[in-house]
């Protein structure tokens, strides 16, 4: 799968190992930005008040 | 993997001429499919532990800097003059010494989405808080344990006869604690009544409860802390703390 990738970036090395980093920064941005906000509610980790169950 | 093979035949490569192609192929796809399976295991546990990552300290830096904006605002508006309670912006901001972590701006609701901004909530449901001002009652906060500012962090560093101070715009509110519960069920609503009986507390009076998850890292059971107003003190001019924050 990366092995793939890196064979279809255009450029030598140096290249490709700078359009890497971009791209693994640009997935690490859309996690901490969509993804995990999305996530952490369906999770049960971080619920703080007593309810009586009404789901919060 | 297999692409490379095509490319060794493609550029001549010299190949044994006993392999069987076929068979070659065959082996390549399975272990093509095997590394990337792999792969994809690696990027999952790297997935996993950035959300680590994102739980314990990034929505904390994101919960402190808005928690810091928000109290500046009320702190300005409390500035710039006479003013009614106002519920919508935060009434006000509790201290407390035991738990290390400076001051805590307190907000109407419990919602997630307002707890998440680094604030502690008093309850509107299921049973509603008091405010301190109320001459007898029960002013009942949540906040959050780990992530998005922690600012209850601590909770379990609390023991009675500790002191947790309210600041409104002009009164001090210096509460005792006098009981805990380290450990509920997060159904156990009995804890926010006017009276709650679980801390031992039979007569209305002036009380404080806080509300957290625990233990850390889960939201397993709740953790509850219980204190009673000892005092009140009139904001002066130079905002100066009482003796217990000082």
């Not at chain 2, 001549?12 to 095997?34: E, H, I, L, N």
């Not at chain 2, 399976?37 to 959300?51: D, R, S, V, Y």
């Not at chain 2, 156990?188 to 509300?211: A, F, M, Q």
């Amino acid at each position: 799968m990366y092995g793939w990738i890196w064979r279809h970036l255009p450029g030598n090395a140096w290249v490709r190992a700078m359009i890497s980093l971009v791209l693994i920064l640009a997935v690490v941005y859309a996690l901490f930005q969509h993804v995990f906000p999305w996530a952490e509610p369906l999770l049960p980790f971080n619920d703080v008040t007593v309810d009586g169950g009404s789901g919060r | 993997m297999a692409a490379r093979t095509e490319q060794d035949e493609q550029t001549g490569t010299p190949v044994p001429a006993q392999a069987p192609v076929p068979a070659r192929r065959r082996r390549g796809r399975v272990a093509g499919a095997v590394s990337v399976f792999g792969e994809l295991l690696i990027t999952a546990g790297l997935i996993l532990g950035l959300f680590v990552v994102y739980s314990l300290w990034w929505t904390n830096v994101l919960a402190d800097r808005d928690a810091d904006k928000q109290g500046n605002e009320v702190r300005d508006r409390w500035a710039s003059g006479p003013g009614a309670l106002d519920t919508k912006d935060g009434i006000g901001f509790l201290h407390v010494p035991a738990m290390r972590n400076g001051e805590v701006l307190v907000k109407k609701g419990t919602d997630p989405k307002s707890l998440n901004r680094g604030v502690a909530g008093y309850y509107t449901d299921p049973v509603e808080s008091a405010l301190p001002s109320d001459k007898q009652g029960n002013f009942s906060l949540a906040a959050h344990r780990d992530g998005h500012g922690a600012k209850f962090h601590n909770i379990d560093k609390l023991k009675d006869g500790d002191t947790i101070v309210f600041e409104t715009k002009d009164t001090w509110y210096v509460y005792k604690v006098y009981a805990k519960l380290p450990e509920t069920s997060k159904y156990n609503v009995d804890v926010l009544k006017p009276v709650p009986k679980e801390s031992g507390k039979k007569k209305p009076g002036r009380y404080i409860t806080l509300t957290t998850c625990t233990p850390v890292y889960t939201s397993e059971h709740r953790y509850i802390v219980w204190g009673e107003l000892e005092r009140t003190e009139k904001v002066d001019a130079k905002r100066t703390p009482p003796a217990e924050l000082r």
